[in-house]
């Protein structure tokens, strides 16, 4: 990761890696052990960012940490509970030990031209906004100030959606404001709402299922547009593994409701998001018999269209 003269190896040994590390920790957690992170790792990562012969799109592109979704692909039975937690773990204890080196590359990086399209420019914008999400993940009053501060003066759609994000995640206070500013500047936009439907969808923070319920009664939400039903319904379903995979199963019939709901509106939308559900078996017992449950629950469904019976039917075999 640190020294190989090929960039595509170094990208797959920085993957292997952060998998390795997660896996490390979970293993950690489950057996009472202290949890850290690899000194090598640190090292690596740190003299990656340092590293000025590097294409900065790259670079971020290498030290992005797996999404959980992608991680889960490595667990069977999936952990969910495990996964965010070490994700999380891993995300914060890497913006700890290297905040200097991120203010660091925030700093040059702000210099590009924000309104450039430049390679060189869209690359500044992409570590720039990387190590601002590691920032950010510390919740710290001055880095969340820091976020702050790139948001409201973000002059790109690249810049003031990467700050919105990081304020989704760090409290309910802090995401209600952003919430409210995004909305009152973009409000006349009715595409660039689909991203502010989408941030929510996506937030981390434990008041995101209500949320999610709320904004389906907005003023610019309707289950008739497929668009507003991706960037609300389907990307809960999809993106936000810990809290569609809610222990409780709240997640799972709030999805199930909304597929049914929409079979009877758009066939072919219901069907993409009934495949959220294609992979329960390899959650735990718990979780899988919740969402068997909400499988059934469709197929009982007497008006049922082909498509959703095709994918639900299938995932049941």
């Given amino acids: 990761m640190a020294h190989d003269t090929d960039e595509i190896n170094r990208w797959d040994s920085a993957q292997t890696l952060f998998f390795k590390e997660i896996k490390r920790i979970i293993l950690a957690g489950q057996t009472g052990e202290d949890l850290s992170v690899s000194e090598n790792l640190i090292l690596a990562f740190e003299k990656t960012l340092a590293d000025d012969g590097m294409d900065r799109f790259f670079v971020s592109k290498m030290l992005s940490l797996p999404s959980e979704i992608e991680i889960k692909e490595h667990f069977d039975p999936v952990d969910v509970d495990a996964i965010h937690g070490a994700r999380l773990f891993l995300e914060k204890e890497m913006a700890k030990q290297l905040k200097k080196p991120f203010l660091k ?25 990387l190590s601002l999400s590691y920032l950010g993940s510390l919740k710290e009053q001055e880095t969340t100030r820091l976020v702050y501060d790139h948001f409201v003066s973000a002059k790109n759609m690249t810049d003031e959606l990467a700050a919105f994000k990081i304020l989704a995640d760090i409290d309910p206070d802090t995401k209600a404001k952003a919430v409210e500013q995004f909305y009152s500047k973009w409000s006349h936009n009715k595409l660039v709402l689909d991203k502010w439907f989408m941030v929510q969808a996506g937030s981390g923070l434990a008041d995101t299922l209500d949320r999610v319920k709320e904004l389906m009664g907005h003023a610019d939400f309707s289950m008739k547009n497929p668009n507003k039903v991706r960037a609300l319904v389907h990307m809960f379903a999809v993106q936000n593994h810990i809290h569609f995979h809610d222990a409780d199963g709240a997640g799972y019939a709030f999805i199930a409701d ?13 069907a993409r998001l009934a495949s959220c559900f294609n992979h329960w078996k390899k959650y735990d017992g718990v979780r899988k018999e919740l969402m068997k449950k909400e499988l059934e629950r469709i197929m009982n469904i007497k008006s049922l269209s082909k498509n959703v019976y095709e994918i639900v039917s299938r995932a049941l075999e």
Avoid: G, Y
Avoid at 107 to 121: R, W
Avoid at 258 to 270: E, K, P, S, T, W
């Fill in 258 to 270: 909304q597929i049914i709901r929409l079979d009877q509106i758009n066939h072919q939308v219901a």
């Fill in 105 to 129: 590359a925030m700093d040059l990086c702000s210099k590009a031209d924000p309104f450039s399209i430049s390679h060189e420019a869209m690359a500044d914008r992409s570590l720039k906004n």
